[in-house]
């Protein structure tokens, strides 16, 4: 009967609007959850019944529409609305916003699922995780810190952990070299006396058997240099121990090395014209010269006292080379200095001296002589082969400047620098350019002034420490170390879904795949319409209050005007009941 048939319209808009409210119950008191998702019932109405289907227009009569009576209302389905809501900055290292469609993939208890919301943290392992535990997935990097794509990883941020250190590959130098300086001719020349009284101090002949038996050298005996000055500048201390083969030559080449001195200057018979200053000489008469390198920043400073001979127990005696005397080095030159790493990140002290060996119609000429105490074998080796004598010194052939200042002889020159028995690679190999981009040295007229150089730009660094992170819009992760270094860590990996609405809820903000969401595509951020990451921010519940506010207010008034039909219902009810009485 048509009563009946009310109650039950009447029955279902009740449970329709109720459920309507629930809904709109569950987007309000998730409008401040990390990127919520709100959703929506779609409802339609049930079938209904059918009094006629109508007729067709005919010659008597115009046609009649179907009569039919619906029987109320049901749910079909809760639609998610899936558009992105703001993403706002939180200033949170480990918050992170995706703009677009993309999806954080997340793994826990061997089981995958995808999330929007970023508000990460970190665990007591340094990986990135959500609030409930789950593992945030994505790409590590190799020893090179290159991203090493193809297979999901957990993503590690490991502050204060990881260190790194990095060999020096590159010095730029700058600067100007006074090409109206003097020329360089001279260098400084150094007397020893040996204290001879018979034999003589010859070239091979052993510490042991060419001098004075009272003030000669004995095995295990160690002379240290000690105080004595370069271009003004205290050379590094070296120790020469004495063994039962040491010669005269012995002695003079690691004074040579101790000092800094290049024989012949680093004189290379294929391109320079001619020999230069530097390399040592021994009389028959027990006297030994030795000459430095010309340039007033190679000038040697030496006294008897910088020269302390020690016997195996440690006692001092008397050094039997004695300084009888010296002359100065002179010329136009300039002195700098810096530091390089090897791939331990140790600091090693390199000096570089520039002497302006000649000139003529052309141009100029300077030679350029490098220094480092901190090479192992006491020899620093070029690109064109080492000439010096054992030492710490060598030298560059001559490097020429045009009559217009510009360097046009090679910009750069390979250095091999020894770390042997170090623990680090060896050697250290790293170019020092003269020329390189807004970095270079030119040789003009400075009258009045000084030749001027130093190092611009050095790579390298020592052991740093990772102790900040930044995500880029491709959700690479971008980590700061304390030595300056930065370098890639990883990346964030995303999914995507041709039908994301199709996902099925499984609550703290997280996702599962669905029969109606189709396969994830696993890729990364600002590919295939995930959108870009955004580090230190949040994506917000994409809840309207005031469009929630209004359907409450719909679906509040639906509900009563059902419960009114019921109550209309029962009146006619009882009504017909009363008939019968």
Known sequence: MASTSALLAGLSGLTVNARRIEVIGNNIANVNVTAFKSSRLNLSNTFSRNFSLGSVPSANSGGTNPGQIGLGANVTVTQRNMNNAPVVPTGVPTDIGIEGAGFFIVSGSGDTTYTRAGNFQLNANNELVTTTGQRVQGYGVDENFNIVTGRLTNVEVPLGTKTIAEATKNVNLAGNLKADGVVATTGTVITFSTLQTGGAAATGATLLTALDPAASFAVNDTVTLTGATRGGKTAPD?????????????????????LGVVTDGGYDSATDP??????????????????????????????????VLKDATGATKTNPFIVAGSTAA????????????????????????????????TGTYWRAFMHSADDTDSALHLEAGDRSAPGFTTAVSLMKFDNFGKLVSSPKVTVELDRLNTGAADPLKFDVSFDSGADRVTAFANTGG???????????????????????????????????????????????FNNPEGLVDVGNNQFRAGPNSGNPVVTTATQFGTGRTIGGALEQSNVDLSQQFIEMIQSSTGYSAASRVISTSDQLLQQLLAVVR
């Open 330 to 361: 002179n010329g136009e030159s300039v002195r700098t200095g810096f530091v390089v790493y090897d791939s331990l990140g140790s600091a090693l002290n390199v000096d570089l001296t520039m002497v302006l060996a000649r000139t003529d119609s």
């Open 274 to 307: 001619a020999a230069e200053p530097g390399g040592y000489a021994i009389s028959g008469t027990g006297v030994v010269t030795l000459t430095g390198n010309f340039g007033t920043a190679n000038d040697i400073a030496i006294k008897d006292s910088n020269m």
């Open 238 to 258: 070296a120790t020469f121990t004495v063994t039962a083969t040491s010669t005269v030559d012995d002695y003079m080449n690691f004074l040579m090395g101790a």
């Open 450 to 496: 000084t030749s001027q150089i130093a190092a611009k730009f050095q790579d390298g660094s020592p052991i740093g420490t990772l102790t900040t992170f930044s995500v880029g819009d491709d959700g690479t992760l971008t980590g700061g170390f304390s030595n300056g270094l930065v370098r890639t860590i990883g990346q964030l990996a995303l999914a995507n």
